[in-house]
């Protein structure tokens, strides 16, 4: 019963899909500045231009290796994650080309496809593969394309209350992907709870296999992030401040993680797990801030404080997650995604209020154009960066806690080995 729910969902979806992309979806015209004027978000002027950049291929990589192979560490689900991972991929883009296409792409009855599209596609589907690191080897794949299916719709939807209605800066992610996956998966794992498994330790350690996902895809974290952050920024003269600032950053916190972690485990010498925690809460609170902080320091700054958090989290928080609060955090995405983006969302606050034209130049255009248009002070940019934090949250907690009432009716729940 089970194999023929997951035939007959693949099979609906992807029939709905095919039809709703014969009746909206199109490819951009090639230089439609007319197309661009009537759209919150005119980055994606010269969109096709993108296809012929290394941005869409590196964005894709970190979708498909950074975030697909860091899941596979559980023992008893190392290449079944794996294989959820790109089967969430393969539905969660077309889904979100759709979603967000009607948001921002929309014009004259039809969805326009383009790089920075399915840029944006790849955003979304990160946010879900951090959410399913919290249920993964908890939930069958028909649990999991649903998750994927409403997922994808209220990622869209609080993207564009961010970035399209309060006009919030959020370049890499620290909200919208990170903060939102995070607490989005948790909720939906609380709704989802099991009893029973909190009586039984589960074998994280998978060996040989468990390195060589850790070392494929911290490298690949490594490599490709950098571009992931800088992305979605305005225009190319914003792209070095994120790619430097995701580096240094990067660097201090894998530095900071063994600060913490020989005193906090009985392991004396590092561990590429370690690295990749350290590497994913690095990458997360430089989020927000990375095209914005203008000296270098300060990333460094924000990395340390970033690699203490996990650490500091699977030691102390993780039991108390699961023990008192009923919520059992499989990968740890509290730790890596969802604290460090909540502090990202702090230090983009905090850097918006200090924000001057002496300090910024001509860059300040760029970043915070209402500032620099003096549609608004730094210190308004400053709340709106604030007030996004406790709307994504609310978004993340509600709609996790509906997709889980949906996903726990009795027709699609697991069995409970």
Not at 28 to 48: A, I
Not at 52 to 72: C, M, N, T
Not at 269 to 274: A, F, K, L
Not at 309 to 321: D, Q, V
């Amino acid at each position: 019963a089970s194999r023929l729910r997951l035939c007959g969902l693949c099979f609906l979806l992807q029939i709905l899909t095919i039809i709703l992309f014969a009746a909206f979806v199109r490819y951009s015209p090639e230089s439609s500045p007319s197309l661009c004027s009537q759209q919150l978000n005119c980055s994606w002027r010269n969109q096709d231009l993108g296809f012929r950049h290394p941005r869409f291929r590196d964005v894709h990589l970190q979708a498909l290796l950074g975030f697909g192979l860091l899941v596979p560490f559980l023992s008893r689900y190392g290449l079944g994650s794996a294989a959820i991972s790109i089967f969430i991929v393969a539905f969660a883009i077309q889904w979100a080309v759709l979603v967000q296409g009607l948001l921002y792409f929309f014009l004259n009855g039809k969805v326009y496809v383009g790089a920075q599209s399915m840029v944006s596609a790849d955003f979304c589907t990160a946010a879900i593969l951090i959410s399913t690191g919290a249920v993964v080897g908890r939930v069958n794949p028909v649990q999991m394309l649903l998750l994927t299916l409403l997922g994808v719709t209220l990622f869209s939807l609080n993207e564009y209350i961010l970035l399209g209605l309060m006009r919030v800066s959020d370049s890499g992610g620290s909200l919208a992907v990170h903060t939102f996956g995070a607490y989005f998966g948790l909720m939906v794992s609380r709704v989802l709870h099991q009893p029973h498994t909190d009586k039984r330790e589960e074998q994280r350690d998978g060996g040989q296999q468990q390195e060589v996902f850790a070392v494929v895809g911290t490298i690949s974290l490594w490599i490709f992030w950098p571009s992931f952050t800088s992305a979605t920024t305005v225009r190319h003269n914003a792209e070095p401040w994120a790619v430097l600032n995701t580096y240094f950053s990067l660097a201090a916190s894998t530095l900071a993680t063994f600060v913490l972690s020989p005193l906090l485990s009985e392991e004396s010498t590092p561990q590429m797990v370690q690295i990749q925690d350290a590497t994913l809460a690095g990458v997360a609170m430089m989020g927000m801030a990375g095209e914005m902080l203008v000296t270098p320091f300060g990333a460094l700054i924000a990395g340390l404080l970033a690699g203490l958090i996990p650490p500091l989290g699977f030691r102390f928080l993780t039991p108390t997650l699961c023990s008192r609060l009923k919520t059992q955090d499989m990968c740890g995405v509290h730790n890596i995604h969802g604290l460090p983006g909540i502090l990202g969302a702090l230090l983009g606050t905090l850097v918006a209020a200090l924000a001057t034209a002496d300090a910024y130049g001509g860059r300040l255009e760029l970043v915070f154009p209402l500032v620099a248009q003096g549609s608004r002070t730094a210190t308004d940019q400053a709340l709106c960066q604030l007030c996004a934090l406790p709307v994504t949250l609310l978004l993340a907690t509600l709609g996790g806690g509906i997709t889980g009432a949906l996903l726990k009716m009795k027709g699609l729940r697991s069995s409970p080995d």
